[in-house]
């Protein structure tokens, strides 16, 4: 890719009016699908969402690595990468018994994953939603047309 071409596309994606606009238009697709979900008069993206306008956005993967994990305390800190064809996005997540619902107390380092995934989704996609996932415990939601 040129130095010419790869500026017009860092000016396209970087002007406030085409981020803002692509920010709608990616809460418009992800509504339609069913991937918003409303908790105390608040919406909240999926992680299964994010994962799906992602992909259609070119997201080539994800990886997660672990930065602590404590099974004593089921504490877990996780990074993780999101590479596509707008870059590469790396955010972090973590979960313990404190900050996830019961069912899920069992499944702490996984939880972080999906914690830390989310974030570094939302960073490619240039979201600001957050993730029904990053909240503390087990949030009963709907989905919004």
């Known amino acids: 890719m040129s130095w010419e071409l790869c500026k017009a596309e860092s000016t396209r994606w970087s002007t406030p009016s085409s981020r803002k606009e692509r920010d709608v238009d990616n809460k418009q697709k992800l509504r339609k699908n069913g991937y918003i979900v409303k908790l105390q ?14 992909h259609e956005n070119g997201l080539k993967g994800v990886t997660v690595e672990i930065v602590s994990w404590d099974p004593k305390e089921r504490a877990a800190v996780t990074t993780a990468t ?51 996932e990053e909240l503390p415990g087990k949030p009963e939601a709907k989905p919004v047309k």
């Open 41 to 54: 008069g608040k919406e909240y993206v999926t992680h299964a969402g994010l994962l799906w306008l992602a």
């Open 82 to 132: 999101a590479t596509g064809e707008r870059g590469t996005f790396t955010d972090i997540g973590d979960a313990d018994p404190s900050n996830v619902g019961r069912n899920i107390a069992t499944a702490c380092l996984r939880m972080s994953s999906t914690r830390s995934s989310s974030r570094a989704l939302r960073l490619y996609l240039g979201l600001g939603m957050t993730a029904l």
